[in-house]
């Protein structure tokens, strides 16, 4: 089958589409014929390096994170896909292997598809809409009536994220260009604030909780702007403790390393009053149904910017490396 593969870490011809061993579902996989994958920051960051202190597989590695597509065989004790259905995940991270023919997913990451999206629409979703909906919903606790302030509201993550709080009654602010105010309006933003030109520090305002998708300067800046106790979640910044407790499976060395990485934001955010926290998503059948509900129920609509044939996955992944994509950035296969 052809992959898009990762043989050796740094920058973009570092991986190539090749030919590959289709892969061997487990007992709990469903072999999956891919029909779309979508594209992500992470699958970058990860190429160039900068994920090796979590996550070390053995090249050559196979990369992509999230699909849309069809079963087309299913391991012994699966129960709940058959052959046939039409399923969308975001697979584990250690194991990827999305951008290519086909793909193996844990049946406990799979979802069916909602029913009114087309391959390429549903493989934008799980990773942007479940980074958004576990953060917003599970870490922040958003309640109806509170002000949440999203950094970077243009992007894949941030076009889920500004739908999913308002969807639980918040009152959304976000930042953006002038390039990106109109879409992030169109998902229903309260209020636009043009990063190229306004400086958050001076709204004169202050929020109930924040969910950074830009870090650097921008998180720095967001601390001034929370009220006192409230919460930021970041997932764009720096990785602290609860990291590698909660997110990665409780590794006390990861946690010590985060610990000492992020000493600096954590005494930023105790001299505001401010709890941080840096979440590292996880894969979820579980929550991938309810964002599908959204999405059936129309509630949660899918933007797709630009999307790729397989073969220009290169393309598509400069393209996503820019940093300039509104919303989401797909390969389709033939
Ligand atoms: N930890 C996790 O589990 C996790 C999960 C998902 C994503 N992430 C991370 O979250 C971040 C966002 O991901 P994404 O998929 O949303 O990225 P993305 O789609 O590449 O974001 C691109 C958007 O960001 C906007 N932008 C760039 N700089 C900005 C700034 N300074 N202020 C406000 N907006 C800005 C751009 O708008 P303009 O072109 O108009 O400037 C563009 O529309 C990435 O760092 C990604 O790696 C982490």
């Not at 979820?284 to 910017?305: F, N, P, T, Y």
Request: hydrophobic residues 45%; glycine residues 12%; positive net charge.
């Amino acid at each position: 089958m052809r992959a898009y593969v990762l043989e050796r870490y740094g920058g973009p011809d570092g991986a190539r589409l090749t030919d590959m061993p289709a892969p061997v579902p487990g007992p709990r996989d469903l072999l999956v014929e891919v029909r779309a994958a979508g594209l992500n920051p992470v699958d970058f960051k990860f190429r160039e390096g900068k994920l090796r202190a979590i996550l070390r597989p053995r090249l050559p590695f196979v990369l992509g994170n999230e699909l849309a597509g069809e079963v087309i065989a299913v391991g012994r004790d699966v129960t709940r896909f058959r052959v046939g259905d039409r399923i969308f995940a975001r697979v584990a991270k250690d194991r990827a292997g999305a951008f290519a023919q086909q793909a193996c997913v844990d049946e406990a990451h799979a979802a069916a598809m909602p029913g009114n999206l087309d391959f390429a629409t549903a493989a934008a979703v799980p990773l942007a809409a479940l980074t958004a909906l576990q953060a917003l919903r599970d870490e922040l606790g958003i309640r109806a009536g509170q002000s949440v302030f999203i950094s970077g509201g243009a992007g894949g993550v941030g076009t889920f994220a500004i739908q999913i709080a308002k969807w639980l009654g918040a009152r959304v602010t976000t930042t953006a260009s002038k390039r990106g105010e109109i879409l992030v309006r169109s998902l229903g933003c309260d209020e636009v604030i043009d990063y190229t030109t306004q400086d958050i520090t001076r709204l004169g305002r202050s929020f109930d909780a924040g969910f950074d998708l830009v870090g650097g300067a921008t998180l720095t800046q967001m601390f001034d702007i929370m009220k006192p106790g409230a919460k930021i979640v970041s997932v764009a910044a720096m990785p602290e403790p609860q990291t590698a407790i909660k997110d990665l499976g409780g590794r006390r060395g990861l946690a010590a390393l985060f610990w000492a990485i992020s000493l600096g934001i954590r005494a930023r955010a105790r001299r505001a009053g401010v709890t941080y926290r840096y979440l590292f998503m996880h894969p979820s059948g579980r929550d991938l149904d309810q964002l599908s509900g959204l999405i059936a129920d129309g509630k949660l609509k899918v933007i797709v910017d630009k999307t790729y044939p397989f073969e220009a996955i290169a393309e598509a992944m400069a393209y996503v490396e820019s940093g300039r994509a509104k919303g989401k950035v797909v390969v389709t296969m033939q």
